[in-house]
Each structure stands twice: as structure tokens, then as C-alpha cells.
């Protein structure tokens, strides 16, 4: 799992206040609450807090239909990422690619490990 790839030293995480927040509001989603309960949700926001690069002036991006996607492509952008991780088969991988950041699967990304 990726989670424990990057909690083991793997990979770096690169997240940002406004993906931060978009996380706990997504969390809040019917169909994925009863993955995460609010308290796991609380320990990951404060662990992407202390351990992951927070990326900051994040650009003004335009290349998902979903705005919301796009804080998370302009962190990549400002974090300088490699990949975009994402499971949104309808809007972010559909998009392939932003400013030269492949946007892939987790299994991707695991197979990349």
C-alpha cells in the first residue's frame, strides 16, 4: 500500500494545505466513511502535516473539469512531483498528464516501487 510505502521511507509525499483540506471533505463522502473513521482521518491530516512536504504558492491550474482536482495538480506543480496519484478514472486520469507530470494509479505507482 502506498500509505506504508511512504510511512517506511519509500517515496515523498508532496500535499499542501488545500489538498489537506480537500482530503478531510472528501472523507466526509457516505461511501467512504466507513473506510475511515474520523479520528484515522484526524491522525492522517496531522501525519501529512509533520511528515509530508507541504507545497506553497501553489499556481492557478485549469486542466480537470473537476476544480477541486486541480489544487491537487497545482500542488504537484509546486512540489515539483513526479506522479499524480489518483484513483478518479473520470476526471484526473483522464486528463494523463499535467505540465509534464504523469497522473497514474496507486497499482501504477506501486508497480513503480
Not at 510511512?7 to 461511501?31: D, M
Not at 484526524?42 to 509533520?50: A, E, M, T, W, Y
Not at 489544487?71 to 506543480?77: E, L, P, R, S, V
Not at 486520469?93 to 497522473?103: F, S
Request: hydrophobic residues 45%; aromatic residues 8%.
Amino acid at each position: 500500500m502506498l500509505y506504508q510505502a511512504w510511512r517506511n521511507g519509500l517515496l515523498e509525499l508532496v500535499t499542501s494545505e488545500a489538498q489537506i483540506t480537500e482530503f478531510l471533505r472528501v472523507i466526509q463522502y457516505p461511501k467512504l466513511k466507513s473506510y475511515i473513521k474520523p479520528l484515522e482521518a484526524k491522525q492522517i491530516s496531522d501525519g501529512l502535516h509533520f511528515q509530508a512536504v507541504l507545497a506553497r504558492d501553489l499556481p492557478d491550474v485549469t486542466f480537470s473539469p473537476d476544480r477541486d482536482d486541480d489544487k491537487i495538480i497545482a500542488t504537484a506543480i509546486a512540489g515539483k512531483a513526479n506522479y499524480i496519484v489518483s484513483g478518479d478514472k473520470r476526471d484526473m486520469l483522464a486528463v494523463v498528464e499535467a505540465n509534464g507530470i504523469p497522473i497514474i494509479t496507486a497499482r501504477a505507482a506501486l508497480d513503480l516501487l
